[in-house]
């Protein structure tokens, strides 16, 4: 075992297993916490100062994370656990859940708009300055291209592909 891993291992006072089922278990978190993480790193820093060591400075600061995530997770997990709270870490423990589920907000797929994007798209500029109208190249693309859509589909598909193609340049 090196010395920086005896510093951080009496420094934060837990072993190396709980230290990575603590980053796993970070690792799955929104950036609301996360950023709640680097700020209560940040605290610990400052009740633990004493105890930093200029010749260790980033072991210290990992050490002082792992001890912050290890205090949200614990009081995350006790309601789990059946242990007491107080009614200030039971409403984090509420707004940590929270903001864990808008941060797993899913992008639901969109494969036709994607076959839009990736095939259609410039041959569909390419018909509309031409003058054809959507019902025309909703035609033409089932004609030539034997793939269905809507000309209304067609029409906002490609105006959000356009507005996100003008908002990349």
């Known amino acids: ?14 072993t190396r297993q709980k230290r990575q089922s603590l980053f796993d278990w970070f690792s799955t978190q929104g950036e609301t916490i996360k950023i709640e993480a680097i700020r209560l790193q940040g605290d610990l820093a400052n009740q633990h ?5 200029k010749q260790y400075r980033h072991e210290f600061y990992y050490a002082m994370l792992i001890l912050a995530l290890n205090k949200m997770h614990w009081t ?3 309601h789990t656990q059946k ?5 200030k870490e039971s409403i984090q423990i509420t707004q940590l859940r929270i903001e864990r589920l808008k941060a797993q907000k899913r992008v639901k797929s969109a494969p036709k708009k994607e076959l839009i994007r990736i095939r259609f798209y410039e041959e569909i500029a390419a018909l509309k300055s031409q003058g054809l109208s959507w019902r025309q190249i909703a035609d033409y693309i089932r004609i030539h291209h034997k793939k269905n859509f809507t000309f209304g589909y067609l029409r ?6 356009t507005a996100e193609k003008g908002g990349q340049n």
């Open 76 to 78: 995350e997990t006790a």
């Open 83 to 87: 242990k007491s709270l107080n009614d």
């Open 1 to 14: 075992m090196s010395i920086t891993q005896k510093y951080i291992d009496n420094l934060s006072g837990i």
């Open 49 to 53: 100062r004493d105890r930093y060591d």
């Open 156 to 161: 906002n598909c490609f105006i959000e592909l």
